[in-house]
C-alpha cells in the first residue's frame, strides 16, 4: 500500500480514509522526478501546505518511494489546491560551482568535490553525502572546469554526457547517500516473454531497423585476398564456412535482413562469433523502448508492486531472436489507480562505450598523478562500504552440487546459477568475480597459490593486471630546446604495489626516457630563488622548488644526462614574475536564497447593505483565503468600529447599523 507524509502529518492513507485526488508519481533514470495531486479542505495537511520548505514523502510500506518539495500551488473553483513537487536530486540545482580547475580527478573524488561545494552553500536538510561510485574514466585522470553552473548541471555536463552511469538517492537510516553507478543495479525476478507483437509495444523501433543476419568483422589483418582492400578477422573458419550468423525464425517473419558489425580489438574466430551471436540476441536492441501500461503487464503475469526504477528486467521474444535484460528507466504511478501506471523499458541514453566512443578529446599533455597510499585506501575503504552496505536484499546465495553436501558456494544476481551474469565463486581453491557467468573469465581472483589478480586495485584510483605486478603508464609530451629542435620525451611512471602483512606499500620511481634514436636520458629540473629579475643571484640553485616570496623571483634550468655521459643544462629562466598592482574591486556577490514564505495574513473586508437611509455594514475575517467564523474571531480579539480616523472606537461586532445623514467614514480593527 502506499502512503503520503506532508513533512510528520500523514495526506494519503487508504485504509484511514486519507486521500488524495489522483496522485501521481512520476520518476527516470537521471531525473529528479515528481509527484502532483489534488487536496481538499478536509485533509490533516491542507493547512500545512508550504512552498519550498515542506518535504512530501511517498513511501510503498516503509520503502521511500520519493522525497521532494512544494513547487507550485493552484486554488481550484471547489477550493482544493493542486499541488506539483519535485524531487530531491533537485536540491542540487540551488548551489552554484564557482570557476575552478580540476587535474587528475578520479570521478569519485570530482563528484566528492562538486558536493563539498554544494552542501557549503545550502541548509542541512539539502544536503547529500556520497555514497558508492563504480563509474570510472579510462585513464582515471579526468580534467574538468567549473565556471558558475548549478552543481546539478556540472555532474550532468562533466560526468552523465560523457561517461553515462546512473544517478541513485539511497536512504540508511538518517543518511542520505548519492550513488553514481555505472550499470543498473537491481536485477528484477519479473520476467516478459513477448511474441509476435513486441513492436507493437516499440515507441522507437521498427522490423526494418532489426537485423536477422549478422556478419561480424574483427581486427585488420596483415594480408589480404585482394590487394586494394584491407581483410578483417571473419568467423568463416569457426562457423562452417559461414562469415555470417542467422535468426532463423526472424528470417521466417521478416526476411533476411543483414547487418556488418565490425569489432576492432577482437582477434580470435571464436570470441568474434560470440560477439556477434550476443549482438544479435542483445546488442541489437540496446536502443529500444517499450512501453507497458499495467493492463499489458497483468497479460504477462508481471506483478507492478515488485517493480523499481533502473530494475533489469529479464525480456525474451522468440520470433525476433531477443534474449536481454531492459531496464525500467522511468513509470508513472496513479498511487490509488494502478491501472492507470505506465512503465518504460530501456533508455535512448548512450551506453558507455557509445558515449566514450564519441567523447574521445585530444589527449592533453600533462604528468599523471600518482595518488598517496592515504588517499589510495581512503577513497578505496569508503567506495568499498558503500559498494557492499548499498546492497540490501539484492543477490542469491547458491551451494554447489547441494545443501546438504556443498563444496562450492556462489553468489548471483539470479535466483538460477545458470541464468547468473554477476557471479561471485568460492571454492577450496580461490574466489573469483566474474561478469560472465559461473564459469568466468574471472576479473578479480584471489587463489590459494598466494596471488590476487583483477583489473583494477582500489576502482577508481589505480589499474593494474594483478597486485604483485608492476602498474606503467606513460605519458609523453613534446618540448623545444633553445636550438629550435624539438624532442619527444617519454615519463614512466612505476608504481609497485605489494601485498604486505598489514599494508599496501606504494613505491613511486620516475623515469625520463630521451626519445632520440637508441640514446638515452635523464632529466633533472633545478630552481634559484634570485633577488634579480634580470640574473639568477644572491643564492644557490636547488633540486627543491622554493616557496614563493615577495620581492624574489623564481629561476629554473634543465639539466639532461645522456646515455654516453655527456651533460646539457638549458638557459636559466624566469618563471616568476613582479609582484603586480592591486587588482580591482571584485564584483559583487550573488543574491542569498530567500526566505521561507511567512505564516497566512490576517486580512478584514467590509460590505453594505442599504435600506433607504439606513446602512448595515458587515466585516468578515480572512486568514490566508479562508473566512474564519464567529469562534474563530473570537479566539483572536475583538472587532472593533472607528469613526472619521478616531482612535476611539464607537462601536464593537461583526455589525455595524446608522442611519446615514451625512458622509462618514468606517474602519474596523481586530484587536486582541
Known amino acids: 500500500m502506499h502512503f503520503a507524509y506532508l513533512d510528520q502529518t500523514c495526506i494519503l492513507d487508504a485504509s484511514r480514509e486519507i486521500l488524495l485526488e489522483n496522485p501521481t508519481l512520476e520518476l527516470a533514470d537521471n531525473t529528479a522526478g515528481s509527484f502532483t495531486f489534488t487536496i481538499y479542505k478536509n485533509n490533516p495537511g491542507f493547512k500545512h501546505l508550504n512552498m519550498l520548505a515542506s518535504v512530501v514523502t511517498v513511501l510503498w510500506e516503509e520503502e521511500v ?4 518539495r512544494i513547487i507550485e500551488m493552484s486554488r481550484n473553483f471547489d477550493k482544493s489546491l493542486s499541488v506539483t513537487c519535485e524531487g530531491e536530486l533537485a536540491y542540487l540545482a540551488d548551489s552554484i560551482q564557482r570557476p575552478a580547475e580540476y587535474h587528475d580527478q578520479s570521478v569519485r573524488n570530482y563528484l566528492a568535490t562538486l558536493i563539498q561545494v554544494h552542501n557549503s ?16 574514466d579510462n585513464n582515471d585522470s579526468l580534467y574538468r572546469y567549473t565556471n558558475w553552473e548549478s552543481t546539478l548541471d556540472s555532474i550532468k555536463e562533466d560526468l552523465l554526457d560523457s561517461l553515462g552511469g546512473h544517478l541513485r538517492i539511497r536512504y540508511d537510516g538518517a543518511h542520505r547517500y548519492l550513488d553514481y553507478l555505472s550499470d543498473y ?8 516473454e513477448f511474441g509476435e507483437n513486441l513492436l507493437s509495444y516499440s515507441e522507437n523501433t521498427q522490423a526494418i531497423d532489426l537485423a536477422t543476419i549478422c556478419i561480424p568483422l574483427g581486427a585488420r589483418q596483415d594480408e589480404g585476398a585482394i590487394e586494394a582492400l584491407e581483410e578483417r578477422l571473419t568467423i568463416g573458419s569457426v562457423n562452417d564456412g559461414k562469415d555470417y550468423l542467422e535468426l532463423p525464425d526472424a528470417i521466417y517473419k521478416y526476411g533476411r535482413i543483414a547487418k556488418v558489425v565490425i569489432w576492432d580489438d577482437v582477434q580470435t574466430a571464436t570470441n568474434l562469433k560470440s560477439k556477434g551471436q550476443k549482438w544479435l540476441q542483445d546488442n541489437q536492441y540496446e536502443s529500444m523502448e517499450l512501453e507497458l501500461t499495467a493492463v499489458d503487464l497483468a497479460d504477462f503475469g508481471v506483478s507492478m508492486d515488485h517493480l523499481r526504477l533502473l530494475d533489469r528486467i529479464h525480456c525474451s521474444s522468440a520470433p525476433h531472436g531477443m534474449n536481454r535484460e531492459f531496464p525500467l528507466t522511468s513509470l508513472k504511478v496513479n498511487l490509488l489507480d494502478p491501472s492507470q501506471n505506465i512503465y518504460t523499458l530501456g533508455s535512448k ?15 592533453q599533455t600533462r604528468l599523471l598523478n600518482i595518488p598517496s597510499k592515504e588517499t589510495v585506501l581512503n577513497v578505496a575503504l569508503d567506495n568499498a562500504k558503500h559498494l557492499i552496505t548499498m546492497t540490501g536484499k539484492d543477490g542469491h546465495v547458491i551451494f554447489s552440487p547441494s545443501l546438504a553436501e556443498p563444496n562450492e558456494l556462489y553468489i548471483t544476481d539470479y535466483a538460477s546459477l545458470d541464468e547468473a551474469v554477476n557471479c561471485w565463486r568460492w571454492n577450496m581453491n580461490g574466489l573469483g568475480f566474474s561478469r560472465n557467468g559461473k564459469d568466468g573469465p574471472f576479473e578479480l581472483a584471489i587463489t590459494m597459490d598466494g596471488t590476487i589478480s583483477g583489473k583494477y586495485i582500489a576502482a577508481g584510483s589505480i589499474g593494474a593486471d594483478q597486485i604483485n605486478a608492476s602498474y606503467t603508464a606513460q605519458q609523453r609530451k613534446e618540448w623545444q ?13 612505476t608504481t609497485q ?28 629540473y633545478f630552481y634559484y630563488l634570485s633577488s634579480s629579475a634580470t640574473l639568477p643571484i644572491d643564492g644557490s640553485w636547488s633540486i627543491t622548488k622554493p616557496t614563493e616570496q615577495a620581492g624574489k623571483f623564481i629561476w629554473m634550468k634543465m639539466k639532461t644526462t645522456y646515455v654516453d655521459g655527456s651533460v646539457s643544462e638549458s638557459s636559466p629562466v624566469r618563471i616568476t614574475g613582479d609582484t603586480g598592482s592591486t587588482g580591482a574591486a571584485g564584483a559583487t556577490g550573488l543574491i542569498g536564497p530567500s526566505g521561507k514564505d511567512g505564516a497566512p ?16 455594514l458587515n466585516a468578515h475575517v480572512f486568514l490566508g483565503g479562508e473566512e474564519l467564523t464567529d469562534s474563530q474571531i473570537a479566539d483572536e480579539g475583538v472587532l472593533n468600529w472607528y469613526l472619521n480616523g478616531s482612535e476611539t472606537k464607537t462601536a464593537s461586532g461583526k455589525t455595524l447599523t446608522r442611519t446615514i445623514t451625512a458622509k462618514e467614514s468606517w474602519e474596523v480593527r481586530l484587536e486582541g
Request: charged share 20%; hydrophobic share 35%; with cysteine.
Open 185 to 192: 543495479p537491481h536485477v528484477s525476478n519479473q520476467k516478459i
Open 481 to 493: 630546446d633553445e636550438l629550435g629542435e624539438h624532442y619527444l620525451t617519454a615519463d614512466e611512471v
Open 497 to 524: 604495489i605489494k601485498n604486505t602483512a598489514s599494508s599496501i606499500e606504494l613505491t613511486v620511481s620516475n623515469v625520463s626516457t630521451r626519445v632520440d634514436g637508441l640514446q638515452q636520458q635523464k632529466v633533472e
Open 65 to 68: 518511494l520519493f522525497k521532494g
Open 121 to 136: 552553500q545550502v541548509e542541512a536538510e539539502k544536503q547529500f553525502e556520497l555514497g558508492a561510485v563504480t563509474v570510472t
Open 601 to 616: 495574513a490576517l486580512h478584514i473586508t467590509i460590505t453594505p447593505v442599504w435600506s433607504g437611509v439606513s446602512c448595515t
Open 349 to 363: 541514453q548512450k551506453t558507455f562505450s557509445q558515449s566514450t566512443g564519441k567523447a574521445q578529446k585530444s589527449v
